[in-house]
């Protein structure tokens, strides 16, 4: 079984004011790169040969005239930045992460599935825990970081044994089981799943705001105790807004990044 690549890449970006007005929000410098480069290089560091990379309909064009068929080198020079075989959906309604996922289900082909959001970076790969879920017994990984504002984030739920029994949405505002957030860990944008993880979209019901969430997806597999957690080493970074993206400049300047230990 091979590992493939996904990356969610939609979205209108309102996050990010008028930048986006005209231009896909993945596309926006981070550092020396358009912010794409960064998972789209995660994920080949991951041992992902595949991709597919889900756009939202406004500017999709833009981002496929740059990638074109995943073989880019460094402009002017001859060092690789990323090889890979890609592919390309459109969202046309924003229908959340979940029906991301779906939408790759003919492309992964009965393969696991690596998932990475778009405008999530990353200073380290986490190549070990990657491996460990291929060559593993669960059925879904997640990966968190430990947050100084959890009420802000989905965050896991660990049992005696330290396993992931429960995800908790936004807790007291979303998921009103919690009056107030049962962790810190806050679960980031990267993800793995097996095939099965279809079925389990297939069986979603939209929440409140009407998109299939990724939360009830990585909830499925922890009430069937087959969701491992991996820590994030490192820091990690979700390049939403506009004042994001010029501080993350700095950090991948201070520190690199996609750095494999």
Same mark, same amino acid.
């Given at each position: 079984?091979?590992?493939?690549?996904?990356?969610?890449?939609?979205?209108?970006g309102t996050r990010l004011g008028e930048l986006t007005r005209v231009v896909n929000k993945h596309l926006l410098p981070v550092g020396g790169w358009p912010m794409i480069y960064y998972p789209l290089q995660l994920l080949q560091l991951a041992g992902v040969r595949e991709a597919m990379i889900v756009t939202?309909?406004?500017?999709?064009?833009?981002?496929?005239?740059?990638?074109?068929?995943?073989?880019?080198?460094?402009?002017?020079?001859?060092?690789?930045?990323?090889?890979?075989?890609?592919?390309?959906?459109?969202?046309?309604?924003?229908?959340?992460?979940?029906?991301?996922?779906?939408?790759?289900? !003919? =492309?992964?082909? %009965? /393969? $696991?599935?690596?998932?990475?959001?778009?405008? &999530?970076?990353?200073?380290?790969?986490?190549?070990?825990?990657?491996? !460990? =879920?291929?060559? %593993? /017994? $669960?059925?879904?990984?997640?990966?968190?970081? &430990?947050?100084?504002d959890p009420e802000r984030f989905g965050v896991v739920v660990y049992g005696e044994d330290g396993r992931v029994i429960d995800v908790v949405e936004k807790a007291?505002?979303?998921?009103?089981?919690?009056?107030?957030?049962?962790?810190?860990?806050?679960?980031?944008?990267?993800?793995?799943?097996?095939?099965?993880?279809?079925?389990?979209?297939?069986?979603?019901?939209?929440?409140?705001?009407?998109?299939?969430?990724?939360?009830?997806?990585?909830?499925?597999?922890?009430?069937?105790?087959?969701?491992?957690?991996?820590?994030?080493?490192?820091?990690?970074?979700?390049?939403?807004?506009?004042?994001?993206?010029?501080?993350?400049?700095?950090?991948?300047?201070?520190?690199?990044?996609?750095?494999?230990?």
């Amino acid at each position: 079984m091979k590992l493939k690549g996904l990356i969610a890449g939609g979205g209108e970006g309102t996050r990010l004011g008028e930048l986006t007005r005209v231009v896909n929000k993945h596309l926006l410098p981070v550092g020396g790169w358009p912010m794409i480069y960064y998972p789209l290089q995660l994920l080949q560091l991951a041992g992902v040969r595949e991709a597919m990379i889900v756009t939202g309909q406004g500017h999709a064009g833009q981002l496929i005239d740059l990638l074109g068929n995943g073989q880019m080198q460094e402009r002017g020079g001859s060092t690789p930045l990323f090889d890979l075989d890609l592919t390309y959906k459109v969202q046309v309604e924003a229908g959340g992460i979940a029906q991301v996922v779906g939408m790759a289900e !003919s =492309f992964a082909g %009965g /393969d $696991d599935l690596l998932v990475c959001l778009g405008d &999530n970076l990353f200073e380290y790969v986490e190549t070990a825990a990657i491996r !460990s =879920f291929v060559e %593993g /017994d $669960d059925a879904a990984a997640v990966f968190v970081k &430990n947050v100084p504002d959890p009420e802000r984030f989905g965050v896991v739920v660990y049992g005696e044994d330290g396993r992931v029994i429960d995800v908790v949405e936004k807790a007291g505002v979303v998921d009103t089981r919690y009056d107030s957030p049962p962790s810190s860990d806050a679960v980031v944008g990267l993800y793995c799943y097996s095939p099965d993880v279809f079925d389990v979209i297939r069986g979603l019901r939209p929440s409140s705001r009407g998109e299939l969430e990724i939360t009830d997806v990585n909830r499925h597999y922890a009430e069937r105790g087959v969701l491992a957690s991996h820590r994030v080493s490192g820091w990690w970074e979700d390049a939403g807004t506009q004042e994001s993206l010029p501080e993350i400049g700095a950090l991948i300047a201070r520190t690199g990044v996609n750095k494999v230990a």
